[in-house]
């Protein structure tokens, strides 16, 4: 079951590879383009963090490739939080075209709090913020989890 | 230890993004355009594409987000298989920049050979490509593995 819409995309002509799909970069590019509507969602937007020179940093991320995209397509990002703390939020994605009922792709990430002061060092979250995870926390936790979520890659059996 | 230098590519302003370091998504960017360059290496390249119609897709892609990049910078790509099979390629990425002793990026990835027809389907590599395969498996089995590499996303205590 999807998480809550954060957004929607059309694909560009030259996001399509010489496969005639979306490149495999270009979903990450969305991907990271609806990550910064989520962090304007919760309040870490751009008067924060020109306020706090407080931000969120991308420590990882895992994609799963499940169905091709095509330039006449248009991709429905939905996000919801796996979990979180007083400085990290573990988020997963799925995107979605209307033609398909499962996904085209999943994906999970993890985002630190940081402060870029002279040094770079995680900041614990604000009130404010913990207040507006703390909503979207109740609001994924109803859901089943999102398949296939992050696992440690390696050729299988199939 | 490092794997084969794949290729070297500079910084666009574009791909600066607000924390004024290069956007995750832009790596990923790279990494796909090195990609090509490794299938150009082993023998999937355009040619190849166009007589079979077989080509590469990517199933998985696992990154870690190490250190920050600047628009400064010069970023080198050096790749390596953990391993292979019929239909299948894991790949390791190393990122490194000149001031980095350690890589600013680790990414594995499931590429999957396929063949392009009325429907699209997996399909074995041919001898000439398996063979390719193997020399860059006997280069990387020689190296220790790439930290950190692949594994399930998940919130630890620090």
Same mark, same amino acid.
């Given at each position: 079951?999807?998480?809550?819409?954060?957004? /929607? *995309?059309? &694909? #560009?002509?030259?996001?399509? $590879?010489?496969?005639?799909?979306?490149?495999?970069?270009?979903?990450? !590019?969305?991907?990271?383009?609806?990550?910064?509507?989520?962090?304007?969602?919760?309040?870490?937007?751009?008067?924060?963090?020109?306020?706090?020179?407080?931000?969120?940093?991308?420590?990882?991320?895992?994609?799963?490739?499940?169905?091709?995209?095509?330039?006449?397509?248009?991709? /429905? *990002?939905? &996000? #919801?939080?796996?979990?979180? $703390?007083?400085?990290?939020?573990?988020?997963?994605?799925?995107?979605? !075209?209307?033609?398909?009922?499962?996904?085209?792709?999943?994906?999970?990430?993890?985002?630190?709090?940081?402060?870029?002061?002279?040094?770079?060092?995680?900041?614990?979250?604000?009130?404010?913020?913990?207040?507006?995870?703390?909503?979207?926390?109740?609001?994924?936790?109803?859901?089943?989890?999102?398949?296939?979520?992050?696992?440690?890659?390696?050729?299988?059996?199939?």
């Amino acid at each position: 079951m999807a998480g809550k819409e954060i957004g /929607r *995309t059309g &694909i #560009r002509p030259d996001w399509i $590879d010489y496969n005639g799909h979306l490149r495999d970069a270009y979903y990450v !590019v969305i991907l990271s383009d609806m990550t910064d509507r989520f962090m304007d969602q919760i309040g870490v937007d751009a008067a924060y963090r020109e306020s706090t020179r407080c931000t969120l940093y991308t420590l990882e991320m895992h994609l799963n490739y499940l169905l091709e995209v095509k330039e006449s397509d248009e991709l /429905r *990002t939905d &996000i #919801r939080l796996v979990a979180h $703390d007083s400085k990290r939020i573990h988020a997963s994605f799925e995107m979605y !075209v209307p033609r398909h009922a499962t996904p085209v792709l999943t994906a999970e990430c993890m985002l630190l709090h940081v402060h870029q002061g002279e040094t770079v060092g995680s900041a614990p979250f604000p009130a404010s913020v913990l207040a507006e995870l703390a909503a979207w926390q109740a609001l994924s936790d109803g859901l089943a989890p999102t398949e296939p979520g992050s696992r440690q890659i390696a050729l299988r059996r199939r």
